[in-house]
């Protein structure tokens, strides 16, 4: 199994980035996928998840009305839209794969991905 994530990079606030994970050697749309992030010195938190269809979608307040997770079964990818970015959204992203939104949300993952970094400068 693997979670290749992808589409991080440098960028100024107020501006955005998309962020990819692409699945392989699983049933993707048997997951519920999210993203997590981690900033330096701090622990790794929680930002979105999305269920096995696409029909239901969950953020923590940190990334509402900014952040916009989608999926697309097809090609067995994930999307994490980010607008509006301010410089403590800079942190490493993971994407992970769980059995259900309880699972994700207690960080009892079945896969993860290997990170790929956000930079927000001021």
């Known amino acids: 199994v693997q979670l290749q994530a992808s589409g991080g990079g440098l960028v100024q606030a107020g501006g955005s980035l998309r962020l990819s994970c692409a699945a392989s050697?699983?049933?993707?749309?048997?997951?519920?996928m999210g993203w997590f992030r981690q900033a330096p010195g701090k622990e790794r938190e929680f930002v979105a998840r999305i269920t096995w269809s696409g029909g239901s979608t969950y953020y923590a307040d940190s990334g509402k009305g900014r952040f916009t997770i989608s999926r697309d079964n097809a090609k067995n990818t994930v999307y994490l839209q980010m607008n509006s970015l301010k410089p403590e959204d800079t942190a490493v992203y993971y994407c992970a794969a769980g059995a259900s939104t309880a699972h994700l949300l207690r960080y009892e993952v079945d896969y993860w991905g290997q990170g790929t970094q956000v930079t927000v400068s001021s």
């Open positions: 050697g699983l049933s993707f749309s048997s997951y519920v």
